[in-house]
């Protein structure tokens, strides 16, 4: 199967809006809801594709059982994680978010190249089944109701739409990198802060003209990020009593450097 999974590549700090891409994507082709992987320094993508609870599996099958009460399929044992719930067959693609890749190991891009070219994963634990246990039934990431696999297989229809985050922290892997598209987003202006504040509340009052000014001259002199503008804007709505810098002083954290 050759590879049509769309990779999108977002290089920012954070609170400038890298994750809500995914959501804009799903939102504008209909998609089904997001799919999420915040990576963290422990991510493996095996874990991402799928868990499967050994030890759960285990005690319950040392407890003693009603006759009324069958015992439970390893398929209760096993659940996909977005990843690997991300590349289940289905008539239109799925979203996923990566967020923070950057946060992961050195070698999780490179984990994810294979995975991605070819769209298909095994499960070691079901493929070892007998053959009148071939077909079970696993729990997904997304959902109570289970998806059935054929011999621990699981093989996208349509490649799903992958949204790779990333703050900026180090560079990845050429290969890698060959196989993105990457996207900046760059520090909005004046107009375009104020129709993000506006796209939040509807009809903004009294005082956002006085935030806009000071958060435009923090921002002159370092790193703010869209967010955290919107942090200021809404006490100040909600009626809290300070001045422009007073208030901006309690929200306001430099994503960067000193204040």
Known sequence: MASRTRLRRSSNPAGTGKSSLAYAIAHELAL???????????????????????????????????IDKPDLDIGSYVRLGPLGTALLPSERPRVLLVDE???GDLDLPNDLLTLFEEGQFEIPELARLPEGQATVPV??????????LERGRVR?????????????????????????????????????????????LVEPEAGVDELMAAFLNRRARGELAPDQLLNAVFPRIAGVDLDADGLLDAVLHRLGGTV
């Open 32 to 66: 089904d809801t997001v799919l999420t992987w915040p990576v963290n320094s422990r991510s493996t993508v095996r874990d991402a594709l799928y868990q499967y609870d050994a030890v759960g599996r285990l005690r319950e099958s040392n407890l003693p059982r009603k």
């Open 101 to 103: 890749l950057d946060k």
């Open 139 to 148: 729990m997904t990431a997304d959902s109570d109701q289970r998806d059935l």
């Open 156 to 200: 996208c229809a349509e490649f799903p739409v992958v949204v790779i985050t990333s703050n900026g922290e180090r560079e990845f892997p050429p290969a890698f990198l060959r196989r993105c598209v990457r996207l900046d987003l760059p520090d909005p202006d004046e107009e375009r802060l104020r129709a993000i504040i506006a796209a939040h």
